[in-house]
């Protein structure tokens, strides 16, 4: 009961998923994808904002990101990329604030894996709460990550331990990596 309790407190998302811009974090593939062309065609933004990570490859996935949601209906000039380079969540939230300000969001709906979705909440709120922007988030759904099952597999571990720290890691004040 403890470990599925520790999946169910990693993953959080709203069930009020409508926002000025869909925010999809970069890194997840596919299925954040998806989730993000899903939300987007099913009406909850206008907009959807790429962060640019830094890293081998990551043009790359830039290109095929955009080609995917292309391919699931999303317009390309409805797909905006925030100001910058990031490499750490902290960074993208980072990010995106600027470009909310800028473009006057009042509200985002962050898009990501869901063991990565508590933890993206904290920084997104630390970041765009003080520019008055709503943060809400959606956990990228077909995942393989699970509150009930997580513990069966090694990557689920992985996972879990290394977003635990990470987490820890932000309450003793630290925001990057």
Do not use: C
């Amino acid at each position: 009961m403890l470990l599925v309790f520790i999946g169910m407190l990693l993953v959080t998302s709203d069930t009020n998923k409508n926002a000025d811009a869909i925010v999809l974090l970069s890194g997840g593939g596919k299925v954040r994808n998806a989730e993000a062309a899903r939300l987007f065609n099913d009406g909850a933004a206008n907009t959807i904002v790429l962060t640019q990570t830094s890293g081998r490859g990551s043009v790359s996935t830039m290109g095929e990101t955009r080609s995917q949601l292309i391919k699931a209906g999303v317009p390309s000039y409805q797909i905006q990329t925030a100001y910058g380079t990031a490499t750490s969540t902290y960074d993208e939230a980072r990010q995106v604030a600027k470009l909310a300000k800028s473009a006057g969001f009042d509200s985002v709906l962050v898009v990501t894996d869901p063991y990565h979705t508590l933890r993206a909440r904290i920084l997104f709120a630390g970041e765009l709460g003080t520019e008055g922007v709503k943060v809400r988030v959606a956990a990228a759904s077909g995942h393989w990550y699970q509150p009930i099952s997580w513990m069966f597999s090694q990557e689920g571990w992985r996972v879990t331990l290394t977003e635990l720290a990470k987490i820890g890691g932000i309450i003793l004040g630290m925001r990057g990596g």
